[in-house]
């Protein structure tokens, strides 16, 4: 096993290494390879798992699986870590790993964009959304209030200044915490709280927040329903414009035997699917019903809520994301796609009922005081600051503190990253195991005259899910059929059925219903497909046969004539 610790963040080349330890430690279940290089040059590495005795990855059923598109979001680089390990030390010890590995395939991208990543976890780290590019000028901001750790101390807290129009005001039953000003309140002590940072060119008058230069998001780069800037910000010059989704895209789109994706956020401590954009409604009934089925199983075995962006997560009531990975899966693909957001500060503070953006927005004091007591008890009194004084050169006197938030919310602290990240390796491989997967039912030749044999190949589904996966595949002809192949032997030739035979989908277990009566009677073989060839061949020969499907493997076959 490589030296591996879950309770630190590791940076790109020490990330580097371990992914090529993990595929020189286990060559037949692992292999590491370049999708393509970051904007500053860093290879985006893929690891690809699966049993390569039983077969090559892309003859199997696979699920995506990534993290750390967003540069501060480095645990989810570590989910992708665990579950690299869990699936090493869990092949040949765990029987659903072990049927996993032997039948199906995960491709895992820990760190999908590396340079980001790399100023987060830098000594004096910058905090920034995603790539390292400057978008869209590629120039310094020359005024303004730039986000930064100004005493040197390795955080990014808050600052506050004393203002008569300030908003906020000392807490009076918690001094350290600043409440909101009653709407009809003055002629008290009042505050303004801004990020820690520097101001350029500062008039004395006004404070602007500058946006980072570096202004892409590039989980809005994805095609699917990309808008332009004055949209969306951050999405990107065009669809796919950055190296790094480019990698992703052309990867998953090449690998057509992708049957999920999930991708790894923080923070909210909730697993979110599409839409983004618009309402449940527009799904074609089977895949919501399905979706909401893994999304359950993934409540179960996380102990995550399982929830719509569109209907629950969104950042304002009017507004909506589009061109986010999970989406795209979803629209182009066809395919299940999460997007899971892990950790939530306020739920290991106590706070159980919440909603997870409109409670920044709008929450009691009591929460407030909840995950102050959690930081001080839990966190050692890391996670939130008492405010003490800093000689700010452009301000004069100022207080920093208040939240570290890249500490205790922006990733789990280190002392429960390992509890966090070990919540996903059962469902991930649940998830990859409810893929479609064709297996032999039968293959025969019979003599029906002189020379001449009819030979049959009939293949089943036995995963749960259809081959197609989701309707809107079928819907939107993204999956074809089952392709069928005969290979002849020496001296043969075919009387009847063509080399390649295209069938249709083959249906899994999925929509059966919950018990075998009522309107939806009789459970037909839906899950077979079947198909025959008349061959003329000298007797004593051997015709291969094939049947593969993109999404569900492949079956091969010998059939002696005889
Ligand atoms: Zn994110």
Redesign the pocket.
Known sequence: MPEIQFDRFYRYDDLTRLVHAFAEEHPNLMRVESIGKSHEGRDIWVVTVTNVATGEANEKPALWVDGN??AT?VSPSSACLYLLNTLANGYGNDDDITRCLDTRAFYVCPRVNPDGAEWALADAPKFIRSSTRAYPYDEEHVHGLLTEDIDGDGRVLAMRIPDPNGAWKICPEEPRLLVRREPDETGGAYYRVLPEGQLRDFDGVEITIQPPKEGLDL?RNFPALWRQEHEQHGAGAYPASEPEVRALVHFIAEHRNITGGVAF??FAGVLLRPFSHQSDENFAAEDLWTYQKIGAKGTELSGYPNISVFHDFKYHPKSVITGALDDWMVAHLGVFAWTVEIWSPQREAGITDYKYIDWFREHPLEDDLKLLKWSDEALDGKGYIDWYTFEHPQLGPVELGGWNEFYAFSNPPSRYLERELAKFPRWLVWHLLISPRLELFEASATRVGDGAYRVRLAVQNSGWLPTYVMKSALDNKLVRGVVCEIELPEGASLASGHTRQVLGQVEGRAYKPSSPFGWDVGDPTTDRASTEWVVRAPEGGVVKLIARHDRAGVVRVEVPLS
């Open positions: 598109i967003h979001e989980n956020h923080t």
